[in-house]
């Protein structure tokens, strides 16, 4: 099969790793994600990872309840790291040799994020998962996925949702909200969007790093992205 991006960094919401649960990790999804990512890596794509924390904290959730803003993030950094681990696992369960490497140093349960360090296990074939955001409290794991996407100069940011695309509206709630199949980074912004905030797609804009949307619930869609198909909704420079 034709690969068209060699290296990729995959963005997923820690909201979808709760399946239909209502909090925490569903393991049959995280069995489907690492099976859906050892697909690709036996293709020989690179494959790094930013995985959020929803499913256990989110950051502003806790400030907008009276707690420090600063406190809430960091927690919900380490919260990234608890869902990195659980990914781990998942992977090398499949076989799929992985490195957690963290922003905020934890040598005892994974790697610190060394940026060279990290593209050389992705040169060796494993995946990489990018734990605990930026390490800095008010920036999102979208900032931090486009900044690790940069930093390894991946050829494309995937980010998996659990809906077909960019819509117009929201799709969940109305029935006849339209995809779109591209978008400007000016346009998300203009538009306010909000597939990513808006220092993700400003920092994805000025280094021009494509970003594709698509939906992580359909089997073999990280696969038709990385072999160049259309899928999705695909925000650019142009």
Known sequence: MHIEYKRVLLKLSGEALMGDDSYGINTDVIAYVAKEIKEIIDLGVQPGLVIGAGNIFRGVAGASKGMDRATADNMGMLATVMNSLALQDALERVGVDTRVMSAIPMQSVCEPYIRRKATRHLEK????????????????????????????????????????????????????????EKLTFD??????????????????????????????NTPGNILKAVSGQSIGTIISAE
Not at 142 to 163: C, F, Y
Not at 195 to 203: G, K, R
């Open 187 to 216: 346009e998300v912004l203009i538009k306010d969007l909000r597939v990513m905030d808006a220092t993700a797609i400003a920092l994805a804009k000025g280094d021009k790093k494509t970003i594709l949307v698509l939906n992580m």
């Open 125 to 180: 074939g494993r995946a990489v998962i990018f734990a605990a955001g930026t390490g800095n409290p008010y920036f999102t794991t979208d900032s931090a996925g486009v900044l690790r996407a940069l930093e390894i100069n991946a050829d494309i940011i995937i980010k998996a949702t659990k809906v077909d695309g960019v819509f117009d509206k929201d799709p969940v709630v109305h029935q006849g909200a339209i995809r779109y």
